[in-house]
């Protein structure tokens, strides 16, 4: 369900932050990401959760996909390959972590999902010191 709430709004949410800014759209994506952890941290319905999933993986899009963009148009040319490879890395490693964590460390998923809370938090309040995006601001 994360995947098809991901793909069914890639074809529109990326214009929305090109028309009104990346700031705002960001900071709105990883609020509504962290109220989402953590209804998903106090659920348990398996239906609520799938729907969970599904709203998850619309919000992918903005951290994910606008994300990026974001980060990218804040650095200097010569450093966004570079950056972007590694945001793209930290992104999949999130996964692959959890597998192994699941596998090889705990059955308590509550550790995992409260880590990410806790920088689902830091991210929202640290965004409130970022500029809007300079391209964004120029286009």
């Known amino acids: 369900m994360v995947f098809i709430g991901w793909v069914s709004t890639l074809p529109w949410v990326p214009r929305i932050a090109d028309k009104y800014g990346?700031?705002?759209?960001?900071?709105?994506?990883?609020?509504?990401?962290?109220l989402i952890l953590v209804a998903m941290f106090f659920n348990t319905s398996l239906n609520a959760m799938i729907g969970l999933g599904f709203i998850f993986g619309m919000v992918c899009t903005i951290r994910v996909n606008i994300g990026y963009v974001y980060m990218s148009e804040m650095m200097p040319k010569k450093y966004q390959t570079f950056c972007g490879t590694l945001y793209n890395i930290q992104e999949t490693m999130i996964a692959l972590f959890a597998a192994v964590y699941y596998w090889k460390i705990s059955k308590q998923w509550q550790w995992f999902f409260m880590i990410g809370i806790l920088i689902q938090v830091?991210?929202?309040?640290?965004?409130?010191?970022?500029p809007e995006s300079p391209r964004w601001l120029v286009e």
């Open 122 to 130: 830091w991210t929202c309040i640290s965004l409130t010191f970022l």
């Open 22 to 34: 990346r700031k705002k759209i960001y900071h709105l994506g990883m609020f509504l990401d962290l």
